[in-house]
């Protein structure tokens, strides 16, 4: 059954935390009986009771994140009772303290700049939907994204539902601006999603020890987990041309490579390499959306939208994009950079065709040959593909630039040869071969 958010009732999770009087005028220095602790409590909406000398509070759905402790209800009592009014001694003072952004927080507002940088404009979407949202990006029962979160006190039944993905705002949105005669429309939203799994990472503290603490990928603090998961994501979608049309061309409708370039220049923003592999979503067009690899694990979806999904919200055509904000985020090495000296030693440098099976990827491709490679081998960039009767049925060909360099020296043609045999003998082993 669905997951259902009740404000009125004990949900997944509901917090009790003990709450013991006498400690309360202890630290507080200011003297508050327990009716009166019992009473402001009831006030902002805790369910409190007396056992003995103490107090056993049930905390409300929401003020799930940000009372989970003891001191959180101390210091609720203190707002209420009064704190000017009662307070024995002066705060100091902070005039001097100086805030900041974490890391997080910087890098996750340079993912949103470089968005913006290549043409996208963000969008805020509503957090519910409706629930039959799923069934409209063609996603089957058995997915966790068509079994969302449904609200009991919802504003209206079409915001009855908290969305499992970004993607359908982002049609509304874009659905809207075309209807009203807007011929290009890029959009990205980040922000979170609300899905009813339960990560390993998300255990109660009492269980795993020490829950680690990941605000984009859910875990918040606390000694409980959060009822639900609710990860943070960056999505586009792009309709029309990303390019304004000018004399010297521009003007063509945003595809699946343009939109992959734009995810590639923001990883490289954030000093990460993306890795792209076929793959299917069910609201995406079948040969024309990939799966994307951030160091080497899953981190999101591309793909042009499916055109039964473009009819159902008025759109000819479309590409989007979703990825997971924590991997991008916590493989981001901005920061970690070291210096490399600058040699004056000449590079050498080779073009390299190879023939692989037709499903390979060329993340795999590329890897391969930067193994074989060695250190000789700078760098390695895949520049283009031939698929036809010279390499055979279920084969195609990728052309690689490569950049042979020594820090020390000038490379011989004789060492240059020995890294391309390695390269040779690594393409062998994912049952590739030089293209002679």
Same mark, same amino acid.
């Given at each position: 059954?669905?997951?259902?958010?009740?404000?009125?009732?004990?949900?997944?999770? =509901?917090?009790?935390?003990?709450?013991?009087?006498? !400690?309360?005028?202890?630290?507080?220095?200011?003297?508050?009986?327990?009716?009166? =602790? /019992? +009473?402001?409590?009831?006030?902002?909406?805790?369910?409190?009771?007396?056992?003995?000398?103490?107090?056993?509070?049930?905390?409300?759905?929401?003020?799930?994140?940000?009372?989970?402790?003891?001191?959180?209800?101390?210091?609720?009592?203190? !707002?209420?009772?009064?704190?000017?009014?009662?307070?024995?001694?002066?705060?100091?003072?902070?005039?001097?303290?100086?805030?900041?952004?974490?890391?997080?927080?910087?890098? /996750? !507002?340079?993912?949103?700049?470089?968005?913006?940088?290549?043409?996208?404009?963000?969008?805020?979407?509503?957090?519910? +939907?409706?629930?039959?949202?799923?069934?409209?990006?063609?996603?089957?029962?058995?997915?966790? !994204?068509?079994?969302?979160?449904?609200?009991?006190?919802?504003?209206?039944?079409? =915001?009855?539902?908290?969305?499992?993905?970004?993607?359908? &705002?982002?049609?509304?949105?874009? &659905?809207?601006?075309?209807?009203?005669?807007?011929?290009?429309?890029?959009?990205?939203?980040?922000?979170?999603?609300?899905? =009813?799994?339960?990560?390993?990472?998300?255990?109660?503290?009492?269980?795993?020890?020490?829950?680690?603490?990941?605000?984009l990928a859910g875990n918040f603090a606390g000694d409980q987990p959060a009822p639900f998961s609710e990860p943070h994501r960056f999505a586009g979608i792009a309709v029309g041309s990303l390019a304004p049309r000018s004399w010297r061309g521009g003007g063509e409708a945003g595809d699946f490579f343009a939109v992959k370039g734009v995810l590639e220049a923001l990883a490289a923003q954030l000093g990460v390499e993306l890795e792209f592999a076929p793959a299917e979503q069910p609201f995406l067009h079948p040969g024309r959306s990939a799966a994307v690899s951030i160091a080497g694990g899953p981190g999101g979806w591309l793909g042009e939208v499916h055109p039964?999904?473009?009819?159902?919200?008025?759109?000819?055509?479309a590409v989007a994009f979703e990825l997971d904000a924590a991997p991008l985020i916590a493989a981001a090495t901005l920061g970690d950079e070291s210096y490399e000296d600058v040699t004056t030693f000449p590079a050498v440098y080779q073009d390299l065709a190879v023939v692989v099976p037709a499903a390979a990827p060329a993340s795999e491709v590329r890897a391969a040959v930067l193994a074989g490679g060695g250190e000789l081998l700078h760098a390695a960039e895949v520049f283009d593909l031939y698929e036809g009767e010279q390499v055979g049925e279920d084969r195609k060909s990728l052309a690689l630039n490569l950049e042979f360099r020594a820090p020390d020296r000038t490379l011989t043609d004789e060492e240059v040869a020995g890294r391309r045999e390695a390269i040779k003998a690594k393409l062998g082993e994912i049952g590739g071969m030089l293209r002679e």
């Open positions: 059954m669905p997951g259902t958010i009740d404000v009125a009732g004990e949900i997944p999770g =509901q917090r009790k935390l003990p709450l013991r009087a006498a !400690r309360v005028s202890g630290l507080l220095g200011m003297e508050i009986s327990q009716d009166e =602790q /019992r +009473t402001y409590l009831q006030r902002l909406g805790f369910a409190a009771e007396a056992t003995g000398e103490d107090l056993e509070v049930d905390v409300p759905p929401d003020r799930h994140y940000d009372v989970t402790r003891e001191v959180d209800l101390i210091e609720e009592v203190a !707002r209420v009772h009064g704190i000017d009014e009662h307070l024995p001694t002066t705060l100091p003072a902070t005039g001097g303290a100086i805030g900041g952004l974490s890391r997080e927080q910087r890098l /996750r !507002r340079r993912a949103e700049d470089a968005l913006r940088d290549h043409g996208f404009d963000q969008a805020v979407g509503w957090s519910f +939907t409706d629930p039959g949202e799923a069934g409209r990006l063609r996603i089957p029962a058995d997915d966790p !994204r068509a079994n969302p979160v449904l609200l009991a006190n919802p504003l209206s039944e079409e =915001q009855s539902a908290m969305r499992t993905t970004l993607l359908g &705002s982002l049609l509304d949105i874009a &659905s809207r601006n075309v209807a009203r005669g807007t011929p290009s429309v890029a959009l990205f939203e980040s922000a979170r999603v609300y899905l =009813q799994d339960s990560p390993t990472g998300r255990k109660p503290l009492e269980v795993s020890g020490k829950r680690p603490v990941d605000t039964l999904v473009c009819r159902t919200w008025d759109l000819d055509a």
